[in-house]
């Protein structure tokens, strides 16, 4: 008992520092801190026309900001879980995303502590499987609508471009989008012309869109149109400027993408490796590992194994990550 407490407690001294190294390393650097400082500066007392049009260009993303970040930073995380809900697209609740959690935790609680007959066990499994698996399913079906969504963006900013140029305006050529495109890009679309209807303004029926999806591609298409109707300028051009943008934008996404896969797919074997050959052994001879679920220690060693497998993969996750 003596020998399981200093592990736990020699696991947790090392999870801390860890966790305070991080947090010490991973700060604000102060030399893009004092560039931000000089670039304000510049801005403020410049008389450059380009250097006026960036100033206001920060000015509007600055007051632009989602409320989607509010949201999810707040106390409450029923209003977060509720808009990751909306996001998906699909008619999901908040009350049947809670049930089939609480069930599939339930269910495999009672199972795991059938077959093994430990408790903590079961509860642990119950709890990440339950938790674990409809939040990977919302996050998939969350990726899978935005990439339709960022995948047609160019084609309906180049539909309103046409529409533009035709003599259009704005709203119309918004609702030429939504009646042509399919898929997300033409649901969104309408739901922004069937706000400025019931007599709401672009900018706030825009937002609503832009809070909802918080995607940076939808955000620079609100931020154009924000732009352009304080400074002026040829909208159409603007938005073709916008749209080729776009898709150099994608194109980068996929080559970052076809570069990093290799590096991918060696992290998801080494990170599913070790749980494949305990399974593999506990099917051939359960005998073997039968004591892995009663002994404390071996409980305690495969936690701390756990926390450094989850590590890891933190840590290779962040390595093949690229932001554009």
Known sequence: MTSMIQLLILATGLMLAMVLGYAALSGPSAS?????????????????????????????????????????GSNSRIEALELRLRRTGKKWTLAQYLYVSGGMALTIMVLVYIKTGAALLGLGAGILIGGGVPHFLVNRAIKKRIAAFVTRLPDALDLLVRGLRSGLPVTETLGVVASELPGPIGEEFKMVTDRIKVGRTMDEALQDTADRLNLPEFNFFCITLA??????????????????VLRKRAQMKLKIGAMSSESKASAYIVGALPFIVFVLIYMINPAYLGKFFIDERLIVTGLGGLIWLGLGAFIMSKMISFEI
């Open 32 to 72: 893009k801190e004092g560039g931000r400082r000089l670039q304000s500066v510049r801005f403020r007392h410049s008389d450059s026309a380009t250097d006026k049009v960036e100033a206001q260009y920060r000015k509007t993303l600055a007051a632009r900001k989602p409320r989607v970040m509010q949201i999810a």
């Open 227 to 244: 732009i352009q109707r304080e400074t002026g300028g040829n909208l159409s051009e603007t938005l073709s400027n916008l749209s080729d």
